[in-house]
């Protein structure tokens, strides 16, 4: 009779924590994401780090943010899409490396002009180990721009491998321009289109650097 | 006997031409005589903004398949699309619903994805596009918010 109502106890607790838990877990991509980018406004944010000179040091801390939170090799992959299979593990390494680039260069200057603008996170959908996080970042003159990141669960963590600004996926965008660039020139030339560009940079950055 | 010639000639002809109008309405109206042959997949979208039942679903522009009914899901709109038996759809395969156009009617696009997995039949794709509102869009980031 006792081990009856210890084993009725262990399930009534088991209940109990189940039930604490489960709020718990919807919402860990969020308090994720949430996280990564607070780390990331306040590095913009960090005095110590403004400033022109400051620069290459201020985007390495966002990179090494953006690495935690971001499969880059997952938005690789599917903005490659069909041409992703036939690259070589060499290949495809590299091209992770060039397309990581390229979006840092597509968007930190973005990020940088980040002057206080509201962010709310106003919903989360999970579907298995996948999961919508809405958010909205709210402009100086309330404009209300709408950004949903998809992410995947890797163990643990939640990354991001999609971002939809206003509706438009990021992956679909690069996938149709790289399928455009392969079908009508090659791979190659695709890779070397990236390697110019982050060469033209990198070239910029040393003149400017110069000048200071 | 000339009569009934005259007669049977009109007839005839009235009745090529109900036929022929007949075809018209049916190539027109994209009414499947035969039914749609294919597999059932759906994906749910925040918002369908004129898609219908029986629009075209496209890969490169070439049409596979059609959308079979809209039902609401969970507050979304649950697109059920068939897709013909020959096509196969990745998983990360990402439909969008797009305009002929800028302002003609509503389809889906289907943009292939490149994941060795294949969407089986009564799957759902996942990654979606809802259609944008070019006109809303353009108001929204010239004029700002009230």
Redesign the interface.
Known sequence: MNWLRANAMVLAMAGLVAMTAAPATAGVATDQLRGAVDRVLKTLEDPLLKGEAKVPDRRAAVRKIANEIFDFGEIA??S??????PLSETQRNEFVGLFADLLERSYISKIETYGGEKIQYTAERT?GD?ATVSTKII?K????VPVDY?MVKRGERWLVY?V?I????L??NY??QFNKIIQTSSYSELVSKLRSKQDELLAEDKGQKKKL | MKRSALDLGVGLFVLIGLLALGWMSVKLGRVDLLGNKGYVVSADFPTVGGLKAGSTIEIAGVEVGRVDRITLHDYQARVVMVIQPQVKLQEDSIASIKTKGLIGERYVRISPGGSEKLIPPNGRIREVEPPVDIEELLSKYIFGKV
């Open positions: 992959k599917r490659l899409a069909r041409h992703w299979q579907d996948y402009t003159n309330g404009t209300e998809r999609d939809s206003e509706g438009v996926s992956v679909s996938r149709t």
